[in-house]
């Protein structure tokens, strides 16, 4: 292969070659924006310091790095339960480079190094790496099946393996110039091009991401093979269909996204972590081909979520049989399953479709799962995790039991090495161009220049999200840096978060029970300025001058969600958002219980900015009431209300995000 072109862009949406086509809108690449904020930058430090550490020590003590070595060897037993586990190192891998990307370490790079020297060993010669069947080609692990991918449609898990290795690889190389990693994926992707397509072996990926690692590959590599293989898994879909008559043999088409060709499908289904891969491997070849069925595909996939199968918290696939998505509206509480897997891959895809849209409700959307339903996945430790992320924990309630706690591993560890790897690269998430256009997505204090068609823009934005809405952003061009103006008009444009606009969610599903009433003030240098709203964003088109200050206040009450009607569990309660997040009642604030708790008809709670063991967090405060589960008797009680981010670390104990409400009148 010709010697490959590196990036000055970790961005893993931008080429490396140019494309015939692609996404229109570009973000900015996580390693030029520089993080200013007392929100998220403390937790992606304590990602690189605690988080990356302790998951490269746990894939040590746990023989996941010792399959590598074992395969290697081709003697040995495999060591750990999951034939996917090899998974974990390829993802720690991938959140380490990010790292590497911005915070140099010459420790981890040297660790970082004689691990992919082991996982090179491991690779059989003709590009197949997949430690369960190489340790012991003659005995491999009873998911694998006898020979190489036999099982892939259902169990084995080869391509996930392979898909996890490209993410890492691309990752790995953007970040370090290395190519000892890509090298590895590429030999394998190879043999996947050779083993796979028109006249080859046809298989629909039993877990997707390989779309989106092959996708990757293509933009570094700019090989067609790699684009043409992803868009082959995908449209290999539609050969299982779902047996209707037998509803509980749910481990079928439906399962594995595999009921009806792509372009065909209107509902999410299936496992949802799958689900998510699938349809974000699914954007990027709309984006790259240009195929507009892929497009209306995901549009309807995304709205049918939208509308009907999401929690209040941004947390999907409900049912825990399976890790799936259940039928539309069967959204329970005390069964909630919400895999963290499922969230990140949520903010993948919600990236995505901003991407190819240009519309705010998909940053909406995923300034809510950041906030909410991913962020709980991670203790404040940095080392305690949730796979599942529960929406109400009752004393006696069996099924969560075992969820009230979180864990340092787990058997199936894919969540804690997920998040590992997205937060590197989070502040990839907060800025995006489109040739004139500059667009403010996510509210974290920071600081980028951007590269846009009339020369380089600084912009510097300052605040105290999610804690308030007073943001501030000053502008410097490089055309101005004598206070001149701009050449040419920027349109800057700000979101307006949905939740200022009145929408608690992109849909019905959930709504507020109270209105806003009216937009924020724009103010530019002190000055009110009027703006048209377009698809979500205040637009600002001016010729900049250097110095020049936009500030917006995002009033940020406390207010009352309600659950659409086909939510019958939800009837008569309400959960409660204050700005971008979520908030629940948790046993530690509340008499250490919260199943018997009840909100006053006209309740005022109140935020109260607080310092403890949280951390320095606002809590709401306010009187509530409570039912003697004996007597029946109601009585007043205090209540404070935690961000539902934070539950669970301090100990084990109910919690609830739904709560219910006193009717007007009712004494």
Not at 131 to 159: F, M, N, Q, Y
């Amino acid at each position: 292969m010709k010697k490959l072109v590196l990036l000055l862009t970790f961005c893993p949406f931008v080429a490396a070659h140019p494309q015939s086509a692609d996404y229109h809108i570009r973000p900015i690449d996580f390693t030029k924006v520089q993080l200013m904020d007392s929100f998220w930058a403390p937790r992606i430090e304590r990602n690189r310091t605690v988080t990356i550490p302790a998951s490269f020590a746990r894939c040590e003590s746990t023989g996941r790095v010792q399959n590598f070595v074992m395969a290697a060897q081709r003697k040995g037993k495999f060591g750990t339960k999951f034939p996917f586990d090899d998974t974990d190192i390829y993802k720690t891998l991938e959140g380490a480079s990010f790292s590497l990307a911005v915070h140099p370490d010459p420790a981890l790079k040297a660790y970082v190094d004689a691990l992919i020297d082991t996982v090179a060993r491991a690779q059989e010669s003709d590009g197949y790496l997949y430690t369960a069947r190489t340790i012991d080609s003659l005995h491999p692990h009873e998911w694998s099946g006898p020979d190489r991918w036999v099982k892939e449609h259902e169990l084995s898990h080869e391509l996930y393996n392979s898909g996890h290795l490209f993410e890492a690889a691309a990752a790995h190389y953007l970040a370090t110039g290395q190519r000892n990693l890509l090298d590895i994926a590429l030999k394998n992707a190879d043999l996947l091009v050779r083993t796979f397509g028109p006249g080859k072996m046809e298989v629909a990926p039993g877990h997707e991401i390989v779309e989106m690692g092959l996708v990757k590959l293509y933009r570094i590599t700019g090989k067609t093979d790699y684009l043409q293989l992803a868009k082959f898994f995908i449209d290999a879909r539609g050969k299982r269909a779902y047996d209707k008559r037998n509803p509980d043999e749910w481990k079928n088409g439906k399962y594995w996204q595999d009921e009806k060709p792509v372009v065909d499908q209107d509902d999410v289904e299936g496992h949802a972590v799958r689900a998510m891969y699938l349809y974000s491997g699914m954007t990027d070849v709309a984006a790259l081909t240009g195929d507009q069925r892929y497009v209306a595909a995901v549009d309807r996939l995304w709205n049918n979520m939208t509308d009907k199968k999401m929690y209040v918290q941004g947390g999907i696939g409900s049912v825990p049989a399976g890790e799936r998505f259940g039928e539309d509206y069967d959204l329970p509480n005390g069964t909630a399953y919400n895999e963290t897997c499922a969230a990140i891959g949520d903010v993948y895809w919600n990236q995505r479709m901003f991407l190819l849209h240009g519309e705010s409700k998909y940053i909406d959307l995923m300034e809510k799962v950041l906030y909410n339903g991913m962020l709980s996945g991670v203790g404040l430790d940095g080392k305690s995790f949730f796979y599942t992320n529960a929406m109400q924990v009752t004393d006696g309630f069996s099924h969560n039991a075992l969820e009230r706690q979180r864990s340092g591993w787990f058997e199936c560890s894919c969540c804690p090495t997920n998040i590992l790897r997205l937060l590197p690269s989070l502040p990839g998430y907060i800025y995006a161009q489109k040739e004139h256009d500059l667009y403010v997505n996510l509210f974290i204090s920071s600081k980028t220049t951007v590269n846009m068609a009339d020369g380089a823009v600084e912009i510097v934005q300052e605040n105290n999200y999610p804690w308030d809405g007073n943001l501030s952003f000053t502008l410097s061009t490089g055309a101005g840096s004598t206070g001149a103006a701009m050449s040419e008009p920027l349109t800057l444009r700000l979101r307006i978060p949905g939740w200022v606009r009145d929408e608690e969610i992109p849909s019905s599903l959930y709504s507020f029970t109270d209105k806003m009433g009216g937009m924020p003030l724009i103010r530019i240098n002190g000055e009110r300025v009027p703006y048209k709203m377009e698809a979500g964003y205040a637009v600002l088109n001016r010729k900049w001058k250097k110095g020049d200050k936009i500030t917006m206040n995002l009033l940020m009450p406390v207010r009352e969600v309600r659950a659409n009607t086909h939510l019958q569990e939800d009837a008569g309660k309400v959960a409660i958002q204050r700005g971008p997040l979520m908030y629940c009642l948790e046993w530690k604030d509340n008499g250490g219980k919260v199943s018997n708790l009840l909100l006053p008809a006209g309740v005022k709670l109140r935020p109260v900015v607080q310092d403890g063991e949280l951390g320095r967090i606002t809590v709401l405060k306010g009187e509530g009431l409570r039912k003697d589960s004996v007597s029946g008797v109601v009585s007043a009680a205090p209540i404070t209300m935690i961000p539902y981010y934070t539950w669970a670390n301090r100990g084990a104990g109910e919690m609830t995000v739904w709560m219910g409400k006193e009717k007007p009148g009712n004494k």
